[in-house]
């Protein structure tokens, strides 16, 4: 006890050391961050550790205790893990709040015993961005670091974990290093702005201009001076001139939203405006030349709207160099758990890294056929942590009806031979629904592997991958 007490005061000297340069690395990126291990454990966690990060690429300091870690090494530090296993659970919380609240620029960590894991919760009160639960895997040092990467870029970040998903980004970061028109098509929902930022960010960065315009909340009469600017008195109430939304997102990207709402009198003038790079104002007689990437985004079918005579064919070819097709949520539901997830970081930053979904909720939002795909799933997250009793989210909180029996209720459980630590490892990790969902999936169609691999939105080579990390998991799956 008197050696943890010491321990507290000497972390406090280190963190008032530091106190003034704070804010120093604020905005350093986190995967440029140095990591600093605090602290060791005889047990060999602290090698386990080291050598994970070491294979990641990451810098990596060790100090035996907090007193080394002072002013110099915590400057160009933005990850302190801490293996706390040495220190008792008082002296623990007043390390970490010391550490925490004194140099706010460093994302700490704590390591915590699995068997301590409730206090895991206290610990990220505290103001820890995350935990590690010892022992633990190089897959959950790889999801730690994914995580803290993630929350930087989380406004903007497009989730994507199945396998169409995946394809889609490799897609956009393909397309995006080119300069053509691209055409973003998907149900209303699925996230067409977000991929034309992520496609905008990726190839002209954070600098360049990104202007967004929605062609069917604009009144037609408007639509045309709004995108090509106007000059004074170009029409009654032109009172001053005006750049339109082209020459404002010179040098960056425009996104025509709602494509397919543009009447047909500026589809012609678009179509020039894009063939020859260069717009005039109404009323002007100036052209600028223009380097803009366009992005089209559209919920209807245009091949359709042109056949209908309400889209011009030559637009469409325009447009449609590049061609990028967002499925609906039902199609991927290996996305909506990560999905709702990210929404959670999103609108309860201070719960996000707890498992806030029970497996019960995470089973009926991978039920859900999810219609308004991603808003939906945002909406209806974002509602369940206002009326939540409680920590956690249950079916009720989501407005979703509680989940039919589940495979293990039904059935021999399949996880049965994992014994109740694996399987609380399991529920922790977020994994557990998502296997039960699989299996449910091969059991609803008879064990048809081809069909449930296209139901649940990957290819059956994935899903043979993915019945094979279960079985490895120690879980026994008999199809
Ligand atoms: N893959 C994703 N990852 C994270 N958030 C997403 C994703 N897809 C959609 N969202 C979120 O869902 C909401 C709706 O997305 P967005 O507005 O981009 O959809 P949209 O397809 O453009 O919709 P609409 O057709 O109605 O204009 C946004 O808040 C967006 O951030």
């Not at 509602?383 to 059935?411: C, E, K, T, Y």
């Not at 993915?466 to 199809?479: P, S, T, Y």
Request: net charge negative.
């Amino acid at each position: 006890m008197e050696a943890a007490a010491d321990e507290v005061v000497r972390l406090k000297s280190a963190s008032q050391a530091i106190d003034h340069s704070g804010d120093e690395l604020f905005g350093c990126p986190l995967a440029q961050k140095k990591i600093v291990i605090v602290g060791s454990r005889d047990d060999g966690t602290t090698t386990v550790l080291l050598e994970a990060l070491h294979v990641r690429g990451r810098e990596v300091a060790v100090h035996a205790s907090f007193e080394e870690l002072g002013h110099s090494s915590l400057q160009s530090t933005g990850t302190v893990f801490v293996l706390i296993g040495s220190l008792c659970q008082d002296a623990l919380y007043s390390c970490v709040a010391a550490l925490v609240s004194s140099a706010r620029h460093i994302n700490v960590i704590p390591i915590v015993e699995y068997a301590d894991q409730e206090k895991a919760a206290a610990l990220l009160e505290l103001g820890c961005v995350d935990y590690l639960l010892s022992p633990f895997s190089e897959t959950q040092i790889d999801a730690l670091l994914r995580r803290q990467q993630h929350a930087e870029t989380a406004e903007e970040s497009f989730v994507s974990c199945s396998q169409a998903g995946r394809r889609l980004l490799s897609m956009a970061q393909r397309v995006a290093l080119t300069r053509a028109p691209i055409l973003i098509t998907g149900e209303t929902g699925t996230g067409k702005e977000l991929m034309a930022r992520y496609i905008h960010r990726f190839s002209a960065g954070d600098e360049a201009p990104f202007v967004a315009v929605n062609c069917a909340a604009i009144p037609e009469q408007m639509l045309e001076s709004i995108l090509f600017g106007h000059e004074r008195g170009a029409f009654t109430g032109a009172v001053s001139a005006q750049p339109g939304k082209f020459e404002l997102a010179n040098g960056g990207t425009l996104l025509l939203d709602e494509i397919g709402e543009l009447p047909l009198g500026l589809q012609a003038k678009l179509l020039r405006v894009l063939q020859e790079q260069r717009v005039e104002r109404l009323g002007g007689r100036r052209e600028v030349a223009l380097d803009v990437r366009v992005i089209a985004a559209t919920n209807r079918d245009l091949q359709q709207e042109v056949a209908q005579g309400r889209f011009r064919a030559d637009l469409m070819f325009r447009l449609d160099v590049l061609p990028l097709h967002i499925s609906p949520l039902r199609e991927r539901k290996e996305d909506v758990l990560p999905l709702a997830r990210s929404f959670i970081r999103k609108y309860a930053p201070l719960d996000a890294e707890l498992e806030l979904l029970t497996e019960d909720a995470c089973r009926a939002l991978l039920q859900h056929d999810w219609p308004g795909n991603a808003r939906e799933l945002e909406n209806t997250v974002q509602r369940a942590l206002v009326l939540r009793n409680g920590l956690f989210i249950q079916p009720r909180d989501l407005g979703l009806q509680a989940p039919a029996p589940s495979l293990s209720a039904r059935d021999e459980q399949p996880v049965a031979v994992l014994g109740e630590t694996g399987k609380a490892a399991l529920r922790a990790s977020g994994k557990w629904a998502e296997y039960q969902h699989v299996i449910d999936t091969i059991r609803k169609f008879d064990g048809h592997k081809a069909k449930a691999a296209q139901s649940l939105g990957m290819t059956p080579r994935a899903l043979r991958y993915r019945l094979n990390a279960m079985r490895e998991q120690g879980i026994q799956v008999n199809f």
